[in-house]
């Protein structure tokens, strides 16, 4: 008999299986519980046999245990089959009701939508209510191979499976699925110090960012980006929506806080967490961004953002850090700059330019159309990301005899997270250790010597 999988019924559900002879042998009938008549062979060779089991089969659905094929008739009569591709639609949309951050949205459709294509491909399952438990374990032992052969970081396979619980999660709570077959499946474990990275850049390196021979082709202020993220410790996106009336000049008081402005998921930007917090722009950032700054008030200055239709138009705004908009620009006789939503390829090119990193051709080709057909992606081996900058300052700022609790506002966060992921890894001072190990833990108070 096949195995047999526990699914929710209501307490007023009264299975009765009904037992008749055909010319076959011996069949069953019984009332699953959304209405719907299941048929099959009963089990045994005879009367006596066949409703012994008949008996065995009501108490088994009074509980809710079903085997696969009266789970997979269940399903397609609750008129919820739905593809990976319109669970996860469902999923985002559910997200969006729920007023989560766009960027989770965003994170979660693009750690989903390559598992789902995998799932799908490798395992041929079209529905997601025909995956099974084994299926699901498949998937995991899949990501822990592409650890091993170093294809994906083991906490990007730990975030992989936990989005698709989660989505599963989610889907069986709507009902859209009987039974969740990731509800056993085990997480992948990942060690304390994989989970976040550690890596505090040194102060050393901005030199050789500034004085690099690098230049963007659109006017991308990099260097100053670059610069502007280690000294003031923001995140990112902090600096990629600051806009000239955010910031007191004079004084360098910056409040980052919630505000209306165009950004690609709509008219509102919200730092992380939605929380508004004061900081300072050192002196000599504000020095380096006085001319972004007129440039911002001099010229045309717009951010993309989707109409109702969703198609992404420009709308004026005063971004700092921003970039020539070619197609603006070719119909006016003046410069339009845009914000920039991604400096990867602008970072990575300035880190090599600097001799701190390496390009090389990548394995996937561009998603770029170009005239001479597809062009190869460059990858650049970056040691340092631009969240690495936040790090770099909060250890700067801890050496400079700043205070926990004052560090921690500055960047937003709490404590803890600061202690544990943004003090970089520890640095052994090998003298003091052995000073202690020598002197202070061990007086040598009964004459022993050393051994040779």
């Known amino acids: 008999m096949n195995e047999l ?6 307490i007023e559900y009264a299975p009765k299986v ?18 719907k008549w299941f048929y099959g062979r009963a089990p045994g060779d005879d009367e006596q046999s066949a409703r012994r089991n008949a008996s065995k089969k009501e108490r088994e659905l009074a509980k809710g245990l079903f085997n696969k094929k009266e789970v997979e008739k269940l399903q397609q009569s609750s008129n919820k089959l739905s593809t990976f591709e319109m669970a996860i639609n469902d999923y985002i949309d559910h997200l969006q009701a ?3 951050s766009p960027n989770y949205i965003s994170s979660e459709r693009a750690t989903l939508a390559p598992s789902a294509t995998i799932l799908e491909s490798k395992f041929r399952v079209k529905y997601v209510h025909k995956l099974t438990e084994d299926e699901a374990y498949t998937f995991r032992r899949h990501l822990l191979e592409r650890v091993k052969a170093e294809e994906i970081k083991r906490v990007t396979a730990f975030n992989n ?3 698709m619980k989660r989505l599963f999660k989610w889907l069986k ?9 990731w509800l056993e499946v085990e997480a992948i474990p990942v060690p304390k110090e994989e989970r976040a990275r550690t890596v505090a850049p040194s102060s050393e390196i901005l030199p050789q960012l500034l004085s690099a021979n690098y230049t963007h082709r659109y006017e991308f202020p990099i260097k100053e980006f ?10 990112k996106e902090e600096l990629l929506y600051l806009e ?19 950004i690609k998921h709509g008219m509102k930007w919200s730092p992380k967490y939605g929380k508004t917090r004061e900081t300072i722009i050192p002196a000599d950032v504000l020095e380096m961004l006085k001319p972004l700054v007129e440039r911002a008030i001099n010229h045309r200055v717009v951010g993309y953002t989707p109409n109702k239709k969703g198609k992404m138009i420009p709308v004026d705004a005063r971004f700092i850090f921003t970039m020539i908009d070619r197609r603006l620009s070719s119909q006016s006789q003046e410069p339009i700059y845009r914000r920039s939503d991604s400096v990867r390829g602008a970072w990575g090119a300035l880190f090599v330019a600097a001799g701190l990193a390496e390009a090389k051709e990548s394995s996937s080709p561009s998603t770029r159309k170009y005239k001479d057909g597809k062009k190869m992606r460059t990858d650049y081996s970056v040691p340092f990301t631009r969240h690495d900058m936040r790090r770099g300052f909060n250890l700067a700022a801890k050496e400079a005899g700043m205070s926990l609790d004052e560090r921690s506002s500055i960047l937003g966060h709490g404590r803890e997270v600061n202690e544990n992921h943004y003090c970089g890894k520890p640095k052994l001072d090998t003298k003091k250790i052995a000073e202690i190990l020598n002197e ?3 007086k040598n108070e009964n004459g022993l010597k050393g051994v040779g």
Not at 244 to 262: A, H
């Open 226 to 235: 670059a610069y502007g993220l280690f000294r003031t410790g923001a995140r």
């Open 440 to 442: 202070r833990m061990w």
């Open 244 to 262: 000239v009336d955010d910031v007191n000049w004079e004084t360098g008081l910056w409040i980052i806080r919630p505000k209306e402005c165009p």
């Open 18 to 35: 009904y037992v008749h002879k055909r010319k076959w042998g011996w069949y069953w009938k019984f009332e699953l519980p959304n209405g």
């Open 161 to 163: 499976l936990n989005a």
């Open 5 to 10: 999988v526990q699914i929710d019924v209501s």
């Open 173 to 181: 709570k709507r009902k859209m699925i009987l039974q969740n077959p």
């Open 98 to 100: 729920e007023g989560v």
